[in-house]
């Protein structure tokens, strides 16, 4: 899953990092919006834009409130000029890049066959490395990196879906969607998984499954 993500009720340690600079940040935003302006142009021009309406609709209604949440723990986000498209393209997973730039692949949601609740949660995991700054060593690495820098940068890809999970917990939690179907949401991700399967840039969805539990228990004791 291209995923390309904790709050005001969970420990600081898990709360999402502000850049250093605001410049800095603003040049990394503007560089993703025309990345994203590429990609949906050439979706466009193939009529896999927005081309399944029922789910267009889902994700819309869903991720306003993901945004609203976001904008609560993070302020600065209620700035950013949020897009929110859907594709047929089968090769499109779901990401949401700096600035606000979601895209969902509807196979993706189909094949899953996520209810809303879970697709609040997939959507709140790919907000999350937005709202984290995440995917920035990612971006601007170079192709030549050693085999050490590969092994750093598989960790950190790591480190960062584990805190987009623990954060869009937080966000699809606050957003008012049940703990349970969060959950679910993992649930589902594990049984896709096969045996034996390896992924160096994300944990094992068992693994992601039972940190999800873990987060649960902690959401429901606590209040919106």
């Not at 995991?125 to 984290?132: F, G, N």
């Not at 390896?198 to 999800?212: D, G, Y």
Request: hydrophobic residues 40%; aromatic residues 6%.
């Amino acid at each position: 899953m291209a995923l390309c993500s904790a709050m005001a009720f969970a420990q600081p340690a898990n709360s999402p990092r502000a850049p250093a600079a605001g410049t800095e940040d603003e040049a990394f935003r503007n560089e993703a919006a025309a990345q994203y302006r590429k990609i949906v142009a050439g979706l466009s021009a193939r009529g896999q834009l927005d081309d399944d309406e029922v789910t267009l609709e889902r994700v819309r209604r869903i991720s306003r409130g993901l945004i609203v949440a976001a904008a609560e723990v993070r302020p600065e986000t209620g700035t950013w000029s949020w897009e929110v498209h859907v594709t047929s393209d089968r090769s499109k997973g779901a990401f949401c890049m700096a600035g606000g730039k979601v895209l969902v692949g509807s196979a993706l949601v189909k094949r899953l066959d996520l209810d809303d609740g879970e697709l609040a949660m997939l959507l709140g995991h790919e907000i999350a490395h937005a709202v984290a700054y995440h995917r920035r060593e990612a971006t601007r690495s170079s192709m030549d990196a050693d085999v050490a820098q590969e092994i750093r940068r598989a960790e950190i890809a790591v480190m960062q879906e584990n805190e987009a999970d623990r954060i869009g917990m937080g966000l699809a939690y606050r957003a008012g969607w049940p703990a349970t179907s969060l959950v679910s949401f993992y649930d589902k991700l594990a049984t896709q998984e096969g045996p034996r399967t390896f992924n160096s840039s994300h944990p094992s969805a068992q693994s992601r499954a039972a940190m999800a539990r873990t987060i649960a228990q902690q959401l429901d004791k606590q209040p919106r």
